[in-house]
């Protein structure tokens, strides 16, 4: 497969960015979307240009490292796919890409297609942990957990944190992100005894951060673990009820 | 948890004093639940407005004493001519403040959270036109109560001479072209505001139970097709000579 990149590059945070065009030569179909940009970057090191700078890590997607725009979706055009387990065979030869990093001012570009995610890990700071003493490891189902609950616990727990949700978001709203977090503990029973705290806490973190959520339902879509906007409902429930607890505890 | 552990602080501070309402105003998430029960305060309104208006239909004697029983007839005289309606007036007067200036908050706060936005083309995939097109409609259906207020609540832009009644005034406004034109614009407007709106509220307030998420969307269709249809049928009613 033969394609046309056009891919953005910004040498840092501070510097003007442009469009540039590459031509991406003899690709596999088979090859991953990542593969292709490492035989980019290979000609262009060969160039002795500067490689395009992109984010990846597992390659599995599981981390949530990798993520940009293409042609205008977050993690491009497959849903429930993070971009490095995106391949050629989804595009069609002679086609042209058109890569962007995340844009919100949550997220400030360090360089090409990366950005700085480190929003997402003050929010988690805020509150997504639960506090127990150390000592040694509890027995395993000491507390029971219904199915359900368990279920729902971990259809959260599937956020890999990757920031589509954000950069989908026609607000650069962090709420799918927030909500999912906050699920996976309030949803269990570890996580109740901060519930309220936690869930008021990484609210008002994440304003400090992101737009807010107009329902558009778009993070949903672009999400590559398919977290439901289901639990953006449950975060406002819970938000609610938290401003009126911590209030009456005061 | 660490952080939240001074509740004994904000106690003695006195922002235990601020009201509920207010203090949940104070954050994003708050500002969409004020937006939201707003919302349903319109969606009532809408919904009597139109159901109330078909009296258009019965002529014009049904609709005049339709028009005095809101001035007169709701709850007098336990309270005093148009007090009902007056009290009615300030709690739309209230939401409608409410609504608009939550909006145009959580509008600026969005477009700082974007502040470059992207240079490529978007590809949305769940956002539809109603649902990002949100504070154009209202800003649409904003103009058009302005114009429907001083066209016949107050009768300032009222083509019907002095003294003309309820009816006659709505008749007479209808008959130009370009009041029914916009009057139609508007009213789609307010379609796709209740279209994406009547379904978002649910979200906003928390209200998810997956066994009843279908019938959301079911709701805002079913709700925006009767509120729309009936309002738009007066105008063309109208302009085709049905009503005159």
Known sequence: ?250 | MATKVSHGDDAATGSRRTPFLVELYRSALGKKYLMAISGIVFMGYVLAHMLGNLKLYQGPEEFNKYAEFLREGLLTPILPESGMLNLLRLVLLVSLVVHVVAAVQLTRMNKQARPESYRSKRDYVAADFASRTMIWTGTIVLLFVAYHLADLTWGWVNPAEAGATVYDKVVASFSVPAVAAFYLVANLALGVHLYHGVWSLFQSLGINNRRFNHWRRALAVGFTVVVVGGNLSFPIAVQVGLIS
């Not at chain 1, 469009?19 to 991406?24: G, L, R, S, V």
């Not at chain 1, 000609?43 to 725009?69: A, K, S, V, W, Y």
Request: aromatic share 6%.
């Open chain 1, 1 to 250: 497969m033969n394609l046309t990149l056009r891919v953005w590059r910004q040498a840092g945070p501070d510097a003007p960015g442009r469009f540039e065009t590459y031509e991406a030569t003899d690709i596999s179909p088979d090859s991953s979307f990542l593969e292709m940009l490492d035989l980019v970057n290979e000609d262009l090191i060969g160039q002795g240009e500067e490689p395009i700078e992109f984010m990846h890590d597992c390659r599995e997607g599981i981390c949530g490292t990798c993520g940009m725009m293409i042609n205008g979706r977050a993690h491009g055009p497959q849903s429930m796919t993070a971009t490095c387990q995106l391949h050629m065979r989804t595009f069609q030869d002679g086609d042209e890409l058109v890569l962007e990093p995340w844009r919100a001012s949550g997220f400030p570009i360090v360089k090409d297609l990366v950005v700085d995610r480190s929003a997402f890990d003050r929010i988690i700071e805020a509150g997504g942990y639960i506090s127990i003493d150390t000592g040694s490891a509890p027995d395993a189902n000491l507390i029971p957990v219904a199915k359900q609950d368990a279920d729902l616990a971990m259809d959260a727990a599937a956020c890999i944190g990757c920031g589509a949700c954000v950069a989908a978001c026609p607000n650069g709203a962090g709420q799918l992100f927030t909500s999912a977090k906050l699920a996976q503990l309030n949803t269990l029973p570890q996580g109740q005894p901060e519930r309220y705290e936690r869930t008021e806490a990484m609210v008002e973190v994440m304003e400090e951060h992101f737009g807010s959520c107009t329902n558009m339902g778009e993070c949903e879509a672009a999400c590559p673990k398919g977290i439901s906007i289901d639990f953006i409902a449950m975060m406002n429930r819970d938000y609610r009820k938290a401003k009126f607890r911590n209030r009456r505890s005061a």
